[in-house]
């Protein structure tokens, strides 16, 4: 009886655990209306075309949601999420290594980087890929060490 109860105490502490890595994802994460990637496809920008994803395919994972597109790319996330989840939850990675801030994406602008999704800025007449083109190692490494101050 008293190993069954440790199991049950066990079980909970581990979920109380995971739900608060889960909510503390979600708010450092880029979401708008409850959706990553303001409801794009991770997985499209790999095949290098960005394409909106429907809500009837969502998939969560560690407490944000994705849309997709298709139901093989629904698959291909659930089976590797991390290759597919953009770098630095979202935001731009330019902003992020430029000044570790968390600033809003054009979701079709984007770099496909060492396997992973980089998202970026474009508005106004300010195109931010063009500005991580310029010092893309220097950024980059900022921008991990940056984003590492805010999801530990």
């Not at 409850?34 to 407490?63: M, N, R």
């Amino acid at each position: 009886m008293k190993k069954l109860a440790f199991s049950l105490s066990l079980i909970l502490l581990v979920g109380l655990l995971l739900a608060q890595t889960d909510d503390g994802r979600k708010k450092n994460f880029n979401i708008k209306k409850g959706v990553s990637i303001e409801g794009y496809d991770p997985v499209s920008y790999f095949d290098g075309k960005p394409l909106e994803g429907k809500s009837s395919l969502a998939v969560s994972h560690q407490g944000v949601t994705y849309w997709f597109n298709h139901p093989v790319n629904q698959s291909k996330f659930k089976a590797n999420p991390e290759k597919y989840e953009p770098a630095y939850g979202g935001w731009c990675a330019y902003a992020m290594g430029e000044t570790g801030e968390k600033v809003k994406i054009d979701p079709e602008t984007f770099k496909i980087l060492d396997g992973k999704l980089y998202l970026f800025y474009n508005f106004w007449g300010s195109n931010t890929l063009t500005d991580w083109n310029k010092n893309e190692k220097v950024l980059k490494g900022k921008g991990d060490h940056n984003w590492k101050k805010l999801v530990p």
